[in-house]
């Protein structure tokens, strides 16, 4: 079974300010990693997807995030945030076996930018 | 290209009631999954469907809720006999039927979200 973490239920941060936003996952299996955004009332868009390779993965919108195998650690991070990033952001995993993304998420960041 | 659609958007039903949410999928697109948000978490995986078939319904509640997606028209969540602890936000995901799980990025509709008086 997989379970993710998300550490920080709120993060407040002020414009153009630097923001990490942390994400923990247990699994007994390999599994794929990602970070979505879910603006009010709207859906989940991607921002990024880890599957292979390079453990640092580039997103829309200026987001990035690090893989840490040994820590077991996708965090998602920012160097300068805007106004309209405010959002929530979910991290989750899928375990790579079978032919679809079964999604666990996290239970979410709410991520509020201030002028 | 029009994104996944869910209708409606908003949906309020008294207890003991029929919830009927309907997901379109994104063209081209045969493979469906129905999450669950409940207030304050994240999404929970309810069920997995491809054309005419159930694949994976772990996550669905056993009794009062089933799934289809026929093989013409859209994908339908049907909850029976609502109680108020089915009030939640409701979205559809779908994919691609490609062999690789890598290739199969979900898109999310914009969700129906039920409430139950």
């Known amino acids: 079974a997989q379970s993710v973490t998300q550490l920080d239920s709120q993060v407040p941060v002020f414009e153009e300010a630097p923001v990490e936003l942390r994400c923990n996952y247990s699994?007994?299996?390999?599994?794929?990693l990602f970070w979505y955004v879910q603006y009010p009332n709207q859906g989940l868009q991607l921002l990024l997807k880890?599957?292979?390779?390079?453990?640092l993965v580039k997103g829309i919108n200026g987001f990035e995030a690090e893989f840490n195998k040994s820590q077991t650690s996708f965090h998602l991070r920012k160097p300068s945030v805007h106004i309209s990033d405010t959002a929530e952001y979910f991290c989750?995993?899928?375990?790579?076996?079978?032919?679809?993304?079964?999604?666990?998420f996290g239970a979410g960041t709410r991520l509020a930018v201030h002028p | 290209n029009a994104g996944v659609m869910q209708n409606p958007r908003h949906l309020v039903r008294r207890r003991g009631q029929e919830a009927r949410l309907r997901c379109s999928p994104m063209?081209?697109?045969?493979?469906v999954y129905w999450y669950r948000q409940l207030p304050e978490e994240g999404l929970k995986f309810m069920v997995y469907?491809?054309?005419?078939?159930?694949?994976?319904e772990s996550g669905m509640p056993k009794e009062r809720f089933s799934a289809e997606f026929p093989k013409e028209g859209p994908s339908i969540l049907r909850i029976q006999q609502v109680v108020r602890g089915d009030s939640a936000a409701y979205f559809c995901?779908?994919?691609?039927?490609?062999?690789?799980?890598?290739?199969?990025?979900?898109?999310f509709g914009p969700g129906t979200r039920l409430t139950v008086l």
């Open positions: 995901a779908s994919s691609e039927a490609a062999r690789e799980a890598r290739s199969n990025e979900q898109f």
């Open positions: 699994s007994s299996v390999s599994v794929y």
């Open positions: 880890y599957l292979s390779g390079s453990t």
């Open positions: 989750a995993v899928s375990p790579l076996s079978g032919g679809y993304n079964k999604l666990i």
């Open positions: 063209k081209g697109h045969s493979h």
């Open positions: 469907l491809q054309k005419e078939n159930i694949i994976d």
